[in-house]
């Protein structure tokens, strides 16, 4: 008897370890998609995005402050992949718009605004939901001003 609840939890955890992985790779072949260089920072942003907004936001207020003691090309990546591939979840919160808006430097503002309109240029961009196409046209808007 032992045995077979044994087996039950070594099925149930492995399944969940191989799912958790799988979600890993898919986000991280997500941001290799849209033309980023995967952080872990946004990653795991990326990966809680569909959890209750204060775990998300937590989470995206904590990376957004480590980001910012990183190197240039880390932040643009690291803003970059959540603009993009965050999108549902900032559509629904006007507190990580706010928190975004206020963490990005001037010169990673324009160095990411350039990455974005040339995003808008790509098949990764035509593939994306109406609500996010028109987010991401907002901010370049936003950060052009």
Known sequence: MNHRIF???????????????????????????????????????????????RIWISMFYK????????????????????????GDAFIYDAEAEAILYEYINENDKKILLKKLKNFIK????????YENKKLINKRITNFEK
């Open 63 to 86: 990376e957004i402050h480590m980001i910012k003691e990183k190197k240039e090309s880390d932040r643009v990546d690291f803003y970059y992949s959540i603009i993009i591939l965050g």
């Open 122 to 129: 790509t098949e990764s961009y035509n593939k994306l939901s």
């Open 7 to 53: 087996y039950i939890f070594l099925s149930v955890f492995l399944f969940l370890v191989i799912y958790i992985l799988g979600y890993i790779g898919f986000v991280l072949s997500e941001i290799k998609a849209i033309g980023g260089s995967a952080q872990w920072g946004s990653v795991k942003v990326l990966l809680l995005q569909k959890a209750p907004d």
